[in-house]
């Protein structure tokens, strides 16, 4: 079909046929009707003696006779020409339109059936012409395609790394584009692209310190309080390994190098407990298996993921963040050691974890955790009842906060 509609002599010989048509419709208009003596009178008489002819009545050779001779059954009448069909006149014979080529006289505007008539053509051929453009216009857009810079022709004997590249133009050559691969090469191309993350290369900006809502600091600390006193009871060793508290300055230098503001609850907690540290073969105290992080080592780690994953995948409208491995919008605030880091996402404020292998989720003990507070009031609550959070169950062993995958 492509080949048909962009053949050149197919297009010359449809034209010739409509130049070829319009000549023949012009031409039958252009004929005239017969015109045909009438006989004074077409009555049947019985002849008589006078009107038989003589032989010197006879016209001789000589003489002109009529040609052609009169019909034997008589010529027709105008009634009779009206009545069998006779040939209609010529629509260029016609009055209303021999009136346009009149010169010097007025023209008399067109009667209501000769404007429909000469409406409908016109509208018609408008018709016509608009769909053949738009037939080449959707033949050029859908069908036409750039020729492959690779031809079979310029790849025999190459041995060099481009032979696949060869292979595809040999087979589009002798069997046409594979429409499949081309859609799905373009997709690709349109719709997968791979560019800096601006999370992880922020705008320089000046530390500042940010007043702490009270009723949030209330509220972290009396979480605080009760895993303190817990840990007390039951874990000691783990109790020792909470740090000092941290320093409302360092927090804000984070924030400044990051590029992001912590959520409060986390500057809260961060101002309780500077993270954890690793005391005499005991493991930091930390939630779901992963050490707390203080403030440099957030700070440290943010940086160490951005410098291993510093670009992000864009998928048009369904690119988002929290489905890569990493983004630099995240704040990580635990480490199990192993490489996944349990991490803040400080647009959504909710809890996720990052896993080496390269994926990220936002259901870590594979529940939701809302915000760094639900994290520290739900793991109080799984210390005090015995709970758990998800498939993670804290216990104790020798002293020493464990948690252990149910």
Known sequence: MRRLITSRGLWLALLAAIAAATIVVIARSRRRPVQREEVASDSFSIPTRSSIPTRSSIPTRSEKAQWPPAPILGTPTAEDLQRYGAEKPSLFDRPEFTRFFERGE???PLDDATRRRLTRWAVAGFAILMLALGTQVLESAVFSKPSSELSWGAC???TSDSGTACTFAGNEEEHGPDSDYVFQQSAESEET????????RPVGAEPRVRKLDAKVKRAVDRQWQRIEDWLKANAPQSYRTLG????????AAAEAHMGMRFPDDLRASLLRHDGAVYLKDTWPFGFLGNSYSSVQETRATWRELCDIDGEEESYGEFSDPRSEWWDGRMIPVGADGGGDHLVIDSVRKDLGETDHEGSMSFTPGGVRIRSFYALLKTTADAMEKGGSIGYWKPKVVDGELDWDVL
């Open 244 to 251: 000092k508290n941290g320093d409302a300055k360092t927090i």
């Open 193 to 200: 692209q791979v560019r800096a993350d601006a999370d992880c």
């Open 106 to 108: 007025p023209r008399e």
């Open 156 to 158: 025999l004997g190459d």
